[in-house]
């Protein structure tokens, strides 16, 4: 049974610092390609980074760059998003993604809110 649990959410200030884990089972996670999305409320789902299958190869969208980072442990079957200088407008729910290019799964996702 596919698995992508992620955590590591909640409510942080504008300025602070979270890490979000996603933690997958049930296929071989060394060969998928992973991301993280977000979706914010009222707004359709967008890609914020993307790691390859050995992590050797990142991208990420304009608005996050500098700012977050996303890496994976291929022998925890673990990818992480390492969030920094958060913005209001980071809130959002963030989902874990992993594709092979045939077969794609979602996580549940985790809610992140930044206010003050």
């Known amino acids: 049974q596919v698995q992508l649990v992620e955590s590591g959410g909640g409510l942080v200030q504008p300025g602070g610092s979270l890490r979000l884990s996603c933690a997958a089972s049930g296929f071989t996670f060394s060969n998928y390609a992973m991301s993280w999305y977000r979706q914010a409320p009222g707004k359709g789902r967008e890609l914020v980074a993307a790691?390859?299958?050995?992590?050797?190869?990142?991208n990420y969208a304009d608005s996050v760059k500098g700012r977050f980072t996303i890496s994976r442990d291929n022998a925890k079957k673990t990818v992480y998003l390492q969030m920094n200088t958060l913005k209001p407008e980071d809130t959002a729910v963030y989902y874990c993604n992993a594709n092979n290019g045939i077969q794609s799964y979602w996580g549940q996702g985790t809610q992140v809110t930044v206010s003050s």
């Open positions: 790691i390859t299958k050995a992590g050797g190869s990142t």
